[in-house]
């Protein structure tokens, strides 16, 4: 029942900005916690944040400051607002609920 599927994603310079977006369906988003995650090559899979149903969010402490997550429960769209971007940000960036994970988006960050 649960889809979901993450765009926006691209090649970028260190500094520079994306707005990732997921397309959410199948679950309530008052009810059930949205979150996204990301894995880089032989690295293993990595919470970023998440957002409850209450709009209550949760960061990991490698990107407080940088990165910001909200939704929109009447489109059905969760957004990861990634600022200052850095190298070590490069990953595959996965958005996640109920147990589910939806095709992931290519972040490249390089010079």
């Known amino acids: 029942d649960v889809q979901l599927q993450a765009s926006g994603g691209g090649l970028v310079q260190p500094g520079g900005s994306l707005r990732l977006s997921c397309a959410a369906s199948g679950f309530s988003f008052d009810d059930y916690a949205i979150g996204w995650f990301r894995q880089a090559p032989g690295k293993e899979r990595e919470g970023v944040l998440c957002?409850?149903?209450?709009?209550?969010?949760y960061y990991a402490d490698s990107v407080k400051g940088r990165f910001t997550i909200s939704k929109d429960n009447a489109k059905g769209m969760v957004y990861l607002q990634m600022n200052s971007l850095k190298p070590e940000d490069t990953a595959v960036y996965y958005c996640?609920?109920?147990?589910?994970w939806g095709r992931g988006t290519q972040v490249t960050v390089s010079s």
């Open positions: 957002i409850s149903g209450d709009g209550t969010t």
């Open positions: 996640e609920t109920r147990d589910t």
